[in-house]
């Protein structure tokens, strides 16, 4: 077993990666959940696949079990599926001493966590993420949240699990585009913080992404894990280190917007957010043209949908405007200063180099 320590003080927790440790849950949670009740929230497809196993092992272990299926999709990240799930907890009469357990994806881990946040002032979660994305992201650091008609995640807080249980068999019945979308926060990892992980990835990108070898999978997980455990331990609330985490995602973000959501997963966006932010970080100066080509190389071997056509230089700056991450001051643009290692500027005017970028993929 992989185990990776996320350091928080009183907030610690470790992050178990085994394949199959799906089925030998219930020892790692049972110590969870003192009151002896366990709720299970999972999204339809998930909740089909692995939920019936795991709900009857924690039984086993003598867990009174509850399991909340919502529909799978960003929409369940809402006011109205989060209003459902707090009323079923009160319902099934979950205690302060109970736990959450989000099974599933990133939705599942964001909107549980939301969840298990906010029910009666917080109560213990626990994140078994099934999807690469949630498996190198979004399960470890604590972000929790659902989503504002007005906009991605408006709504949320920082409220870090217990543990992260993290199997990466689940990954076996995951769609193949989803799988690919999740190697897009994979080689984040390599850009911002490891150039020798960035090596691996570029030497075993197929095999890694068709899961050949598990164990080479394992570490991959928890590489990505560690990283991310590193950024987090230094700077949980995002006052400064954690924005290198946004790599390729204030492009990515404005991306996903401007095409309604529905045509890029969130880490094909971000695909191209990296290589926007690769090409903005050779044109300032900061790296060489040869390693902008060596990262674009890697990234357009990406089975993922090409940039949409026309694409308006304006309105993807108009939507970077009201991500929440426009402070005042200008925009925190997360930029490359050689691979492995960033540069984080301010910038009042984005425009120009997201045409530039637009211009030179013509
Ligand atoms: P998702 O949770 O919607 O999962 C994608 C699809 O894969 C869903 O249909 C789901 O049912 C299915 N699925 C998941 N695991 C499966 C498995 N093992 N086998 C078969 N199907 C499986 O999407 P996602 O990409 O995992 O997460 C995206 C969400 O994560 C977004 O809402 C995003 O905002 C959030 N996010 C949060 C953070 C954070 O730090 N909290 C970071 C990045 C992204
Ligand atoms: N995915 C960005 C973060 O967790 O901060």
Known sequence: MKIVSLDLGERSYPILI???ILWKAAIHLKGHAPAGHAVL??????????????REALIAAELQVDLFTVP????????????ELLSRCIEAGLKRDGLIIALGGGVIGDLAGFVAATYLRGVRFVQVPTSLLAQVDSSVGGKVGINHALGKNLIGNFYQPRLVLIDPLTLRTLDKREMWAGM???????????????????????PLAELDDMEAVAEMLAFCCRAKADVVERDEKEGGLRRILNFGHTLGHALEAVTGYHYFKHGEAVVHGMDWAAWVSWQEGFIPEASYRRIQALLNKFPIPGLPDPLSATD??????????QTGRGLHLVLLEEIGKTRIIQVHDIEPWIAGWLESRN
């Open 72 to 83: 799978d999709g960003e929409d369940s990240k809402s006011w109205t599926v989060m209003g």
């Open 41 to 54: 929230i999972s999204d339809a497809t998930v909740s089909g696949l692995y939920a019936d196993q795991l």
């Open 316 to 325: 993807l700056t108009g939507k970077i405007k009201i991500d929440k991450k």
């Open 184 to 206: 897009g926060e994979v080689i984040k990892y390599g850009l911002i913080w490891s150039s020798d992980f960035f090596s691996q990835i570029e030497e075993n990108l197929v």
């Open 18 to 20: 085994q394949p199959d």
